[in-house]
């Protein structure tokens, strides 16, 4: 598909890198000559030096002939401009990229005027994931599909950990409750893991199941599912705010720790019932007064990397603490993976994923739309939920007859709004959603998956 991207920050940078690796044409617009050169000779794509609020910028870039345009620079009125010409002008897909929260109420009013296909909120959405993750904080990470029905749900295996040493079939027989053992990550390797399959203390393992059987499940392994019941927070920015509204909203007292003195005054008026401090996170002595030693959960939200994975390790050395980090840069990921970090959330990779899993949809034409897609093991692997089509190539054949690809697991039926974890003799109907997590890129269709 023809694609047009409007802003070349880390997020325009990073669609561009993940879009044209699944083959797509794609052409850049940012107003910086520099940044511009920069993503076009990395990715070998077509660049316009131009403002987006620019018509006939937009015009140079292909408007006309575009399938789908993508607008995400820095400013919120810019990117609905650009998306406002685009359906005037053209009949392509609009994505844009909208994040003061100002417009939060009106987000849908604001679609449906400006007929966007889709708008995003990475803050907001940053902030959901981190909320779900609190809400079960033995879990490093925690995936929904089936709008929530169904969790894919990654925790690591620790020394005194039940699961230690034993492969699967013991699991299964011992302490198994309705879940599924889908992948598990060693040492930045990704294994689709057998019955004899031995699991190890350092393993992130990743499994699926209902969200009422994961407390059971982590009881009969001996790992604690407390509730969180306080948070502390460094740094008082978007997420932040987002965050604090979702924590308030189910009991769970918020502090916030923010130095700059005008926003802390605006977070103490829009959050009345959430606890600001004015100081500096950085500060272990102002950490220290202010219960870091207590606390059931440390976020790091600062606006700095580094100063999020310090705190983070900081928090981590002297708290038992949920430690949850966010880093707005993913080129260090690698390295970031090998620190002894709790989760690491990444809003960039949070949007891209989301625009993934709508450019895949609207390219498929048989109806076997990709429903769902997460980034797993530093973007290596991908776990997908696929709704069946009336003529998708999958159905009637039992699953130990179909020829899947290699690194590739079928750990989940959706059937009539009732989740099964499917078996060799398991068959897929049309109307049915299923989960799929693969090494496998670029999977647009069910039939992909298939050899």
Not at 258 to 287: F, M, Q, V, Y
Not at 352 to 380: F, P, S
């Amino acid at each position: 598909m023809k694609i047009i991207i409007v802003g070349c920050g880390k997020t325009g940078t990073s669609l561009t890198a993940s879009l044209t690796a699944e083959g797509h044409d794609v052409t850049v617009l940012d107003y910086n000559p520099d940044r511009l050169k920069e993503v076009c000779n990395r990715n070998d794509v077509m660049g316009i030096n131009g403002d987006g609020m620019n018509y006939s910028a937009l015009l140079d870039a292909g408007l006309e002939d575009a399938d789908v345009l993508i607008s995400v620079t820095g400013s919120d009125e810019q990117n609905l401009l650009c998306s406002l010409f685009a359906k005037k002008k053209s009949n392509c897909s609009t994505i844009a990229r909208v994040r003061n929260p100002i417009y939060l109420t009106e987000m849908n009013f604001i679609r449906e005027q400006i007929g966007l296909s889709l708008i995003i909120n990475p803050e907001l959405v940053a902030a959901t994931e981190i909320a779900r993750i609190l809400r079960f904080p033995s879990a490093i990470d925690i995936n929904p599909f089936a709008k929530g029905k169904v969790e894919l749900l990654t925790f690591k295996i620790t020394e005194d950990s039940l699961l230690n040493g034993k492969n699967l079939i013991y699991v299964r027989n011992k302490v198994e409750n309705e879940v599924l053992f889908c992948s598990v990550e060693r040492n930045g390797e990704f294994f689709i893991p057998s019955g004899n399959f031995e699991l190890k203390a350092g393993d992130k393992a990743s499994i699926i199941t209902l969200p009422k059987k994961e407390h059971g499940f982590f009881k009969k392994i001996g790992i604690g599912t407390r509730r969180i019941k306080n948070v502390m927070i460094a740094g008082g920015g978007t997420i932040a705010y987002y965050l604090a509204r979702q924590l308030l909203d189910v009991g769970i007292s918020v502090k916030i720790i923010e130095k700059n003195e005008a926003r802390a005054n605006e977070l103490a008026e829009k959050l009345p019932n959430a606890l600001i401090i004015l100081g500096d996170a950085s500060d272990k002595n102002l950490l220290f007064e202010e219960g870091l030693d207590s606390t059931d959960a440390f976020v790091a939200l600062t606006g700095i990397d580094e100063e999020n994975v310090l705190l983070s390790l900081y928090a981590k050395e002297i708290t038992g603490a949920k430690i949850i980090t966010k880093i707005d840069r993913n080129s260090f990921n690698e390295l970031i993976a090998k620190l002894d970090l709790d989760t690491v959330i990444y809003p960039c990779d949070i949007t891209t994923e989301l625009i993934l899993q709508y450019v895949r949809t609207k390219q498929n034409a048989m109806g076997n739309n990709v429903e769902n897609l997460y980034k797993l093991v530093e973007d290596k692997v991908e776990a997908l939920e696929f709704k069946i089509g009336k003529n998708a190539p999958v159905i009637g054949i039992p699953l130990q007859q179909m020829e899947l690809k290699e690194n590739l697991i079928i750990c989940g039926i959706i059937h009539g709004g009732k989740f099964t974890i499917p078996n060799g003799d398991s068959v897929i109907s049309s109307g049915d959603r299923i989960i799929v997590v693969t090494s496998q890129k670029m999977l647009n269709d069910v039939g992909d998956i298939l050899k």
